[in-house]
């Protein structure tokens, strides 16, 4: 073995601590990804062991989505300034307590609230969590290594809620979707102080209140006018009223982080290309992937008949899938390059998307569900990694709880719009009809138009982020 490759294998090699930060912090992401998606199987158990209306259930997602989504990033700028590790605890014990409220509800309004107290703690353990990893470890193969099981657990979180949430609601209860959270949770936090070391700054610090308040409220308008358009459809006025005060705010935002002294979200980074043009292949990895996962989840209850536990054993597949390609993940980044590998990883998920406009209404297409859900589901874990690769890449450590916190945010908020986007687009096919044929129809036109924006990402991710540095 030459020098050369004996010090880059050093290089590589973790350290006994470095295997314990890692469980801890990515324990924390995987079970808050499995918590966004946990839920979709037992909404009918849940709706009537507690008395939710039909239309009512849709506040179940949206409870945990709009502060998910909404204080991302004001979280991430917080970590930066006044600790990652106090952050980190902050969104551990909000993900105990919301577990444990929505577990022991005895009406909707309890659960909704331990809902949202998951999805604060969502926003704000994400990016500190995420955060802790790029500083912890350098440039290099030690931050891809550590980025690429982050990325396959977060990914195999999503994929394989339905999962854990089928095999709970079968086999105990809805409730244990939330209580299962909390021990997590409380190993978790005993663990944290002896890994994680403190961070707390010494010097005095100016938050951006106006960039913080307009951020998160048009964060919140946003994402609500979307989710709320995908129930009511987009002839709404509320939720076009929603969507035009959530753009308006985010415009005043970016106005004021022109001016302040210290914003929240720098123009300087955000106007890096490696930031924005890796934020926005991020989004549509992100979305275009958990709207698959969604559709896939009616299409084997309400097409095919499937029960909860069985539709949590399908998706069981791809998310063994994902963790185990995560792997590899590192290395094939690392051979491609992030920018190549962000662009081809959308090429992938595109391509695995599109086999599924050949479903039917026979049960014999769950054969194809498995072998197309895992090819899009590891494209989307290396997606994930190359797009949080590209956009904290090349950042000195006290700007990465900003990027950790856009990644984050874009992370969210590609989940959150983009399953009531592609749903919308399913429902003014299907129109009133509940028949397999309809609903299938339906899933094709909406899974087309998944795969058409899909490969629009790929193609600007390609042209804009790919180009040579000095190219304009």
Request: hydrophobic share 55%; glycine share 14%; charged share 10%.
């Amino acid at each position: 073995m030459s020098l050369t490759t004996r010090a880059r294998a050093e290089e590589a090699r973790l350290s006994a601590r470095h295997r314990l930060l890692l469980v801890l912090l990515l324990g924390a992401q995987f079970v808050l990804a499995v918590d966004f998606s946990i839920l979709n199987v037992a909404l009918p158990a849940l709706g009537d062991g507690l008395g939710f209306s039909l239309g009512g259930l849709q506040w179940v997602a949206t409870a945990f989505a709009l502060p998910a989504a909404g204080f991302t990033l004001l979280a991430g700028r917080i970590a930066d300034l006044f600790g990652r590790r106090l952050l980190f605890v902050t969104g551990l014990v909000l993900l105990a307590a919301g577990s444990v409220v929505g577990g022991l509800a005895n009406g909707p309004g309890v659960l909704l609230t331990g809902r949202v107290l998951q999805g604060l703690a969502t926003a704000v353990a994400t990016p500190a969590a995420l955060s802790l990893l790029t500083t912890s470890f350098p440039e290099g193969p030690l931050r891809q290594r550590a980025l690429g099981l982050n990325g396959a657990l977060m990914s195999a979180g999503f994929a394989s809620g339905a999962f854990f949430g089928g095999i709970l609601t079968e086999l105990l209860s809805w409730r244990w979707a939330f209580l299962v959270n909390a021990p997590v949770a409380v190993v978790l936090l005993a663990a944290t102080p002896a890994l994680v070391r403190g961070d707390r700054r010494d010097r005095d610090v100016r938050l951006d209140i106006p960039g913080a308040v307009t951020v998160t409220a048009g964060l919140l308008a946003l994402v609500y006018g979307v989710t709320e358009a995908g129930q009511a459809g987009w002839e709404d006025p509320t939720a076009l009223g929603l969507v035009a005060a959530g753009l308006v705010l985010l415009g005043a935002f970016g106005a004021i982080e022109a001016k302040v002294g210290e914003p929240l979200a720098s123009p300087r980074v955000l106007a890096r290309r490696t930031v924005g043009w890796g934020n926005f292949g991020g989004l549509f990895v992100v979305a275009m992937q958990t709207s698959v996962i969604f559709l896939l989840t009616l299409y084997l209850q309400d097409v095919l008949g499937y029960s909860p536990f069985a539709t949590g054993l399908v998706f069981g597949v791809p998310g063994a899938v994902a963790a185990a390609a995560g792997f590899f993940a590192p290395r094939w980044i690392g051979r491609v390059g992030a920018h190549a590998g962000l662009a081809g990883s959308l090429a992938l998920m595109a391509a695995a998307n599109g086999t599924l406009l050949f479903l039917g209404t026979d049960r014999m297409w769950v054969v194809l569900v498995l072998i197309a859900g895992a090819a899009g589901i590891i494209g989307n874990i290396y997606g994930i990694v190359a797009y949080t690769l590209t956009a904290t890449s090349g950042l000195p450590d006290h700007e990465q709880g900003l990027a950790t916190g856009l990644t984050t945010m874009t992370m969210q908020i590609g989940m959150t719009l983009g399953i009531p986007l592609i749903s919308a687009v399913a429902n003014a096919r299907t129109g009133a009809s509940r028949s397999p044929g309809a609903i299938v129809d339906g899933l094709r036109v909406a899974i087309g138009v998944d795969v058409a924006l899909t490969c629009a990402a790929a193609l600007l991710v390609a042209l804009f982020l790919m180009r040579p540095a000095h190219a304009r």
